[in-house]
């Protein structure tokens, strides 16, 4: 089959799939009986239209910045990571620990303590799937998958027990301390007169996300264990032959990739509810697959398509406020993405690879 | 344990496994046929909805049954074209379905209903109502035997009946019959049926659809069955279970009978904490019992148990040119 041009691959095939999900979402729109065109308007109006809406959609956009790189260097390992969900939940598991327990004196003090609770406790949930890969063979998309029922299932019984305060009836951690308060953007941009992103959670974490989009880009491409990563990715064998070990690969981005989708609960944990409740992920280590699909598994794409889910998320939010349309429109167009950039990508890419071999000057064939 | 609490949990166990048990059945035919299947989650719940909204339009259970094995087996249709006519990835694909029926059921039930995302109670014939077995009510006299059969084995909708008897039938299907023989033969090695001079894609399809309708069938027993109505993800998760009971049964058909009754068995003891703490002196936790599904799957996968080996071919789209 012949191969597309560069810029077709990294640009056009998304573009045209992108087209066909926001299509067929507007056909979901009008099979209710709204009008798309007045949706995305009111979606534009309520994420972008003011910093409060910026606010919320960059929120929203460090979560899924997060899960989606997550997914995304699993995937450069040709591993599919579907248990961000349950890493994300014993990331924020992590962060409570540090959180609650610790006496901090200083935010920027927490936020490491929190970032290395995060992170350890995500891989450590990663790491049991990886090793049950790499050691037993069992397939590491059931294993994930179970692993997110069995965090859902460890923190609800933590924090019916362990970790409620006396006396509270509501499944939650305590408030955290004062001084682990991460500064919002309202806190950082705001200026005495002129106050920006007033009550929005974004926070601090995203520019955490922003320099992890940029760590993993230099992991994957320039340092040797990237190097390893892709190359265990593109053949197993041949990585083996070479003197890579599948086992160390495996271990080691898992963990990486588990530690990044628990990070993100220094934004939604730390950042904005301030103590742990139950399901706080909310679906984010799912979009996280959407996402990294999107991008392409390379952390600019996985910046803007983060952007893009965080603008659909605030947008549906208002959507499902200010008309009939419920909030799980959005769930719909998530998966509409996941199915046209992921797994329909040939649907997308066969007709315009005869296309282009029409305009192409064939070499004079040898054969 | 006295016998009729014993005959009431064991009698809850049989209608929580039934959904198990079907959508069991539907991940072995597609995942026998090289097609692993991770979008029985979303199929049940996109059949629960159909039949619970259609069974309330019209007032028939059967003509919700049938709307139910529509809407699963267009998302089966889905499935395969994404999977096997487009060669693309099948877990992603499974993904996304699991996602589709997620929103789209409560979106289309809040434009249809209006009632937040589910349909209204369904009563009288829009249900599927219990069946009282022949002779049930004489021999309900008899001690133990009449017992088990009054309260146990009768008084289940007829498609409890249904799922118990597509065991077997599965069996004779999977093992006893030259189709049987060639999807059991294109999930292990593709290329030998092709050569056979067998179409890979029609037995694949074949598989899939078939994994639709019986998705359907358990979707349609959460509406209109199991309870009375359609609620936002009424599934939970319980695809994700068949999916563990599939590894647990080693992608049998009578292991999975097994497996989806061990596992409904202990849904019916989370519903029951005062009979465990009864009976084995100490509380048992809620929790740990909700999980113990997915905690014994990863075991049987880690391979402590005997080891879980899947199709060959599983997951691989067949490239015939190569």
Same mark, same amino acid.
């Given at each position: 089959?012949?191969?597309?041009?560069?810029?077709?691959?990294?640009?056009?095939?998304?573009?045209?799939?992108?087209?066909l999900?926001?299509?067929?979402? *507007?056909?979901?729109?009008?099979?209710?009986?709204?009008?798309?065109?007045?949706?995305?308007?009111? +979606?534009?109006?309520?994420?972008?239209?003011?910093?409060?809406?910026?606010?919320?959609?960059?929120?929203?956009?460090?979560?899924?910045?997060?899960?989606?790189?997550?997914?995304?260097?699993?995937?450069?390992?040709?591993?599919?990571?579907?248990?961000?969900?349950? !890493?994300?939940?014993?990331?924020?598991?992590?962060?409570a620990?540090v959180?609650?327990?610790?006496?901090?004196?200083?935010?920027s003090?927490?936020?490491?303590?929190?970032?290395?609770?995060?992170?350890v406790?995500g891989?450590?949930?990663?790491?049991?799937?990886?090793?049950?890969?790499?050691?037993?063979?069992?397939? @590491?998309?059931?294993?994930?998958?179970?692993?997110?029922?069995i965090?859902?299932?460890?923190?609800?019984?933590?924090?019916?027990?362990?970790?409620?305060?006396?006396?509270?009836?509501?499944?939650?951690?305590?408030?955290?301390?004062? #001084?682990?308060?991460?500064?919002?953007?309202?806190?950082?941009?705001?200026?005495?007169?002129?106050?920006?992103?007033?009550?929005?959670?974004?926070?601090?974490?995203?520019?955490?996300?922003?320099?992890?989009? @940029?760590?993993?880009?230099?992991?994957?491409?320039?340092?040797?264990?990237?190097?390893? @990563?892709?190359?265990?990715?593109? #053949?197993d064998?041949?990585?083996?032959?070479?003197?890579?070990?599948?086992?160390?690969?495996?271990?080691?981005?898992?963990?990486?990739?588990?530690?990044?989708?628990?990070? +993100?609960?220094?934004?939604?944990? +730390?950042?904005?509810?301030?103590?742990?409740?139950?399901?706080?992920?909310?679906?984010?280590?799912?979009?996280?697959?959407?996402? *990294?699909?999107?991008?392409?598994?390379?952390?600019?794409?996985?910046? @803007?398509?983060?952007i893009?889910?965080?603008?659909?998320? !605030?947008?549906?939010?208002?959507?499902?406020?200010?008309t009939?349309?419920?909030?799980?429109l959005?769930?719909?167009? !998530?998966?509409?993405?996941?199915?046209?950039?992921?797994?329909?990508?040939?649907?997308?890419?066969m007709?315009?690879?005869?296309?282009?071999?029409?305009?192409?000057?064939?070499?004079?064939?040898?054969? | %344990?006295?016998?009729?609490?014993?005959?009431?949990?064991?009698?809850?166990?049989?209608?929580?496994? =039934?959904?198990?048990?079907?959508?069991?059945?539907?991940?072995?035919?597609?995942?026998?046929?090289?097609?692993?299947?991770?979008?029985?989650?979303?199929k %049940?719940?996109?059949?629960?909805f159909?039949?619970?909204?259609v069974a309330?339009? =019209?007032?028939?259970?059967?003509?919700?049954?049938?709307?139910?094995?529509?809407?699963? $087996?267009?998302?089966?249709?889905?499935?395969?074209?994404?999977?096997? =006519?487009?060669?693309?990835?099948?877990?992603?694909?499974?993904?996304?379905?699991?996602?589709?029926?997620?929103?789209?059921?409560?979106v289309?039930?809040?434009?249809w209903?209006?009632?937040?995302?589910?349909?209204?109670?369904?009563?009288?014939?829009?249900?599927?109502?219990?069946?009282?077995?022949?002779?049930?009510?004489?021999?309900?006299?008899?001690?133990?035997?009449?017992?088990?059969?009054?309260?146990?084995?009768?008084?289940?909708?007829?498609?409890?009946?249904?799922?118990?008897?597509?065991?077997?039938?599965?069996?004779?299907?999977?093992?006893? =019959?030259?189709?049987?023989?060639?999807?059991?033969?294109?999930?292990?090695?593709?290329?030998?049926?092709?050569?056979?001079?067998?179409?890979?894609?029609?037995?694949?399809?074949?598989?899939?659809?078939?994994?639709?309708?019986?998705?359907?069938?358990?979707?349609?027993?959460?509406?209109?069955? $199991?309870?009375?109505?359609?609620?936002?993800? %009424?599934?939970?998760?319980?695809?994700?279970?068949?999916?563990?009971?599939?590894?647990?049964?080693?992608?049998?058909?009578?292991?999975?009978?097994?497996?989806?009754?061990?596992?409904?068995?202990?849904?019916? %003891?989370?519903?029951?904490?005062?009979?465990?703490?009864?009976?084995?002196?100490?509380?048992?936790?809620?929790?740990?019992?909700?999980?113990?599904?997915?905690?014994?799957?990863?075991?049987? $996968?880690?391979?402590?148990?005997g080891?879980?080996?899947?199709?060959?071919?599983?997951?691989?789209?067949?490239?015939?040119?190569?």
């Open positions: 089959m012949n191969e597309l041009p560069r810029w077709a691959e990294i640009i056009l095939v998304p573009l045209i799939s992108l087209l999900a926001a299509v067929l979402s *507007a056909l979901v729109i009008l099979a209710i009986g709204e009008n798309p065109i007045s949706a995305l308007q009111l +979606m534009v109006q309520g994420a972008l239209g003011s910093t409060y809406g910026w606010g919320y959609t960059l929120y929203y956009a460090t979560n899924f910045i997060f899960t989606g790189l997550a997914v995304a260097i699993a995937f450069h390992a040709r591993l599919f990571n579907i248990g961000g969900e349950g !890493q994300a939940t014993l990331g924020g598991l992590g962060v620990l959180c609650v327990y610790i006496p901090w004196p200083h935010w003090l927490a936020l490491i303590g929190a970032m290395v609770g995060a992170a406790l891989a450590a949930w990663a790491a049991i799937p990886a090793f049950l890969q790499a050691r037993r063979g069992s397939h @590491i998309v059931i294993t994930t998958i179970m692993f997110n029922f965090a859902a299932a460890l923190l609800n019984y933590l924090l019916i027990g362990l970790l409620k305060p006396k006396g509270s009836m509501e499944p939650a951690t305590a408030k955290f301390a004062e #001084s682990t308060h991460l500064p919002s953007f309202q806190d950082m941009f705001s200026t005495a007169d002129n106050v920006l992103f007033r009550g929005a959670p974004a926070n601090v974490t995203f520019f955490v996300a922003t320099l992890a989009c @940029i760590l993993v880009w230099l992991l994957i491409w320039h340092t040797r264990l990237g190097y390893e @990563i892709r190359s265990f990715g593109h #053949s064998s041949a990585a083996k032959y070479a003197g890579i070990s599948p086992t160390k690969i495996i271990m080691i981005t898992m963990m990486i990739s588990g530690a990044l989708a628990g990070l +993100m609960a220094i934004n939604n944990v +730390m950042g904005e509810a301030e103590r742990l409740i139950l399901g706080s992920v909310e679906g984010a280590g799912f979009i996280g697959i959407a996402v *990294a699909l999107m991008g392409r598994s390379h952390p600019f794409g996985i910046f @803007i398509a983060a893009l889910f965080g603008f659909l998320y !605030q947008g549906g939010a208002e959507l499902a406020l200010w009939s349309i419920p909030r799980e959005i769930v719909v167009i !998530q998966a509409l993405v996941i199915l046209f950039t992921g797994a329909l990508d040939n649907m997308v890419r007709p315009l690879q005869k296309l282009f071999s029409l305009f192409k000057r064939t070499p004079v064939s040898e054969v | %344990m006295d016998l009729l609490t014993l005959l009431l949990i064991l009698d809850s166990t049989i209608r929580l496994a =039934t959904p198990l048990l079907l959508a069991c059945l539907a991940g072995l035919y597609s995942e026998r046929a090289g097609i692993f299947d991770i979008g029985l989650e979303g %049940m719940l996109a059949a629960a159909f039949s619970g909204a309330y339009t =019209t007032g028939s259970a059967w003509l919700g049954l049938l709307a139910g094995i529509g809407a699963s $087996l267009v998302l089966s249709a889905v499935h395969g074209i994404a999977s096997i =006519t487009f060669r693309g990835n099948q877990l992603i694909s499974g993904v996304a379905i699991n996602f589709l029926a997620a929103g789209l059921t409560v289309i039930a809040q434009s209903f209006k009632q937040g995302g589910r349909t209204p109670q369904l009563v009288g014939d829009a249900r599927f109502e219990p069946i009282t077995l022949p002779f049930a009510d004489a021999v309900k006299d008899i001690p133990v035997f009449g017992v088990v059969y009054n309260e146990l084995i009768s008084g289940h909708t007829s498609i409890v009946y249904i799922a118990l008897l597509l065991v077997p039938l599965t069996w004779i299907l999977l093992y006893r =019959t030259r189709f049987g023989l060639r999807l059991r033969a294109v999930g292990e090695n593709p290329a030998s049926v092709d050569t056979a001079g067998i179409s890979v894609v029609r037995l694949r399809y074949i598989a899939v659809l078939i994994c639709g309708v019986l998705c359907g069938l358990a979707g349609a027993y959460l509406a209109t069955a $199991l309870q009375a109505g359609f609620v936002k993800d %009424m599934s939970a998760g319980r695809g994700f279970i068949a999916l563990a009971a599939l590894i647990f049964a080693k992608w049998r058909p009578w292991q999975a009978l097994f497996a989806c009754l061990l596992f409904g068995f202990l849904q019916a %003891m989370a519903l029951r904490p005062d009979v465990l703490e009864q009976y084995l002196g100490f509380k048992v936790n809620a929790q740990l019992l909700d999980a113990l599904p997915y905690i014994l799957t990863v075991v049987i $996968l880690a391979g402590f148990v080891k879980a080996i899947p199709p060959k071919a599983g997951g691989e789209p067949y490239v015939k040119e190569r």
